[in-house]
C-alpha cells in the first residue's frame, strides 16, 4: 500500500473494528489492505494515493450506469435542495413504488426499505406470517444480509472470514433455518418431506453472487416453483444483487419462473442506501398497517435514495444497455478464458447478464462445494497482481464481479493487457 492510504487504514484501526465498516472490504481475503478510495467515475476508482483503477466492484453492484453519472449526480443535488429526509410519504416514494410494480413481474405491491438485509430479513417474516409456519429453507453460500436467520451457512464476508454461521446467532434464531444445497433440488424436497407443513418459504439467490457467481442449472429455479406449490410455502428471489442486473426485469424474465417475493437493493437505490420488498397483493396485505406483519423504518423510502434510484432505472431501461453488458462481459471473460488456456492455467468464468465470476478451477462450478475447491490461493496471488497493475477486483474468491455500462473496450483491453501478465507471473511461479 502507498503512503497514504497506509496511513488512513493505520489510524482506522484504531476506531473501527478492523478499520472497515463491512468485513470484506478489509481485504482479508485476500491477505491485504483495504484501498481508500477518495474517488469514483464512469469506470473507475482512485485511492487517497491518487492512483486509478478499472473497478469491477461496482460499489458491491450499485454501480451499473458507472460511477459518478452526471445525470444521476444532478437530479440528487436538486433533491437535496429541498430537504433529505421527511419521515413522512412523498410523490417520489409513489413513483418509486409504481416504477417498481410497472416494471418487475409479479410485483403488486411494493416496501421500500434502507438496506437488503431489511428487505430479505422483512420478506421472511412476512412469509412466517402470511403462511402460519416458522421454518425457512436456505441455500448453502447464498447470502441475505446480516439478520440472525440469515447468517446461517452464509457467502459473501460471512464465508470469507471463515464464519459462514455467525457467531453471537441464537440457537433459537438459527434453528428455523434448514440448509439446501444450491442446484440440487432432492435437498431441497428432502427438507420438505422431514419437516412436513412447517416450511414458510425457500428464498434463493436466483443466481448466487455470494460464493461468486453461481448460475442455476436448467430447471433448478423452475423445480423450486414447482416444490413450493406442491408444499404449499412462498418462494421468495433476493434480487437485491440480480434485480436490474442480470436484466431489467431480473431473474424472473431470464429464467422465466415467478416468485411470490422479491426482494431488491443496490442498484434501485443509484448508490444510495436502500432495499425493498414485494411480490403478490394477497401477501403484501398482511404487512402492518394493512395486516399483522409489523415492518418499519424511520429513513424507509428516502426522498434522495428515491431520486439517485429511479434516475438510474430510467437510464438504464434500454434493452441495448443489457446488450452491451453482456458484450462486455462475454469479451472480457473470453479474453481471459483465452489467456489462461495459453498459459496453462486452470480457470472457469461463471456469467449472467453483467455480472460473472472468474475460478482458478478446471472444473464447473455449480454450488459452494465446487466453489470452495478452486485454487484460492491462485486468486489471491491473481488478485494483488491485478492491483499492482490498478485493476480493482472484489478482495475474496466468494463475491462476484460486476461490469458497468461505462467500461469501455479500451479498459477492458487494458485489464486483459494486466491479466496477461499476471498468469505469465503465475504459470512460471507454477512451475
Ligand atoms: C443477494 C443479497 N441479499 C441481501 C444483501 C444484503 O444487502 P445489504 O448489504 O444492503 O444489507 C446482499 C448484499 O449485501 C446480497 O448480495
Ligand atoms: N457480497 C456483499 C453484498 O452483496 C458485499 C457487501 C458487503 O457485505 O459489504
Known amino acids: 500500500m502507498t503512503k497514504v492510504n497506509t496511513s488512513l487504514f493505520t489510524e482506522s484501526k484504531n476506531y473501527i473494528p478492523g478499520g472497515v465498516n463491512s468485513p470484506v472490504r478489509a481485504f482479508t481475503g485476500v491477505n491485504g489492505d483495504p484501498l481508500f478510495i477518495s474517488k469514483a467515475d464512469k469506470a473507475y476508482l482512485y485511492d487517497a494515493d491518487g492512483k486509478r483503477y478499472v473497478d469491477f466492484v461496482g460499489s458491491w453492484g450499485p454501480a ?11 437530479a440528487v443535488k436538486q433533491a ?17 413504488a ?13 416496501r421500500m426499505v434502507s438496506s437488503g438485509t431489511e428487505a430479505t430479513m422483512s420478506a421472511i417474516r412476512l412469509a412466517r406470517g402470511y403462511t402460519g409456519r416458522d421454518k425457512i429453507i436456505k441455500f448453502a453460500g447464498c447470502y441475505h444480509g446480516h439478520s440472525d436467520s440469515l447468517l446461517v451457512n452464509a457467502g459473501s464476508g460471512a464465508l470469507t472470514q471463515g464464519t459462514p454461521s455467525s457467531a453471537g446467532v441464537t440457537k433459537g434464531a438459527a434453528q428455523d433455518t434448514l440448509v439446501a444445497t444450491y442446484n440440487d433440488l432432492a435437498s431441497v424436497e428432502q427438507l420438505f418431506v422431514n419437516n412436513p407443513e412447517q416450511i414458510a418459504c425457500v428464498i434463493v439467490e436466483p443466481v448466487a453472487g455470494n460464493m461468486n457467481c453461481v448460475p442455476p442449472v436448467e430447471g433448478f429455479l423452475t423445480g423450486l416453483r414447482a416444490l413450493c ?22 431473474s424472473q424474465e431470464v429464467f422465466n419462473v415467478n416468485a411470490d ?29 394493512l395486516g399483522p406483519v409489523y415492518q418499519a423504518g424511520t429513513l424507509s423510502g428516502n426522498p434522495i435514495s428515491m431520486t439517485a434510484g429511479l434516475t438510474t432505472l430510467k437510464l438504464l431501461n434500454k434493452a441495448e444497455n443489457y ?33 460473472f465470476g472468474i475460478f482458478f478451477s478446471q472444473q464447473p462450478v455449480t454450488n ?4 470452495q475447491q478452486a485454487d484460492i490461493n491462485l486468486f489471491k496471488k491473481f488478485h494483488a497482481l491485478m492491483l499492482e497493475q490498478g485493476v480493482y477486483l472484489a478482495p475474496s474468491a466468494f463475491e462476484a464481479s ?15 493487457a494486466a491479466a496477461e501478465q499476471a498468469f505469465i507471473t503465475l504459470s512460471k511461479e507454477d512451475k
Open 402 to 416: 460486476f461490469m458497468s455500462l461505462a467500461h469501455t473496450t479500451a479498459d477492458l483491453d487494458f485489464v486483459l
Open 261 to 289: 417475493l422479491i426482494t431488491l437493493g443496490k442498484i434501485i437505490g443509484g448508490g444510495m442506501p436502500v432495499g425493498a420488498f414485494g411480490g403478490k397483493k394477497e401477501i403484501m396485505q398482511h404487512i402492518a398497517p
Open 80 to 96: 437535496v435542495d429541498n430537504g433529505l429526509s421527511f419521515g413522512a410519504p412523498t410523490a417520489i416514494e409513489l413513483e418509486m
Open 64 to 74: 451499473i450506469l458507472g460511477h459518478n453519472h452526471s445525470e444521476v449526480a444532478q
Open 323 to 355: 446488450q452491451q453488458l453482456t458484450q462486455s462481459v462475454d469479451y472480457l471473460t473470453q479474453g481471459l478464458v483465452s489467456l489462461a488456456q495459453k498459459y496453462d492455467l486452470p480457470f472457469t468464468v461463471n456469467k449472467v447478464g453483467g455480472m
Open 229 to 250: 406449490d406442491k408444499y404449499g410455502a412462498v418462494l421468495i428471489f433476493d434480487e437485491v444483487m440480480t434485480g436490474f442486473r442480470v436484466a431489467f426485469k431480473g
Open 368 to 371: 459452494l462445494e465446487t466453489a
Open 98 to 110: 409504481a416504477y417498481l410494480c410497472q416494471e418487475i413481474p409479479n410485483l403488486e405491491m411494493v
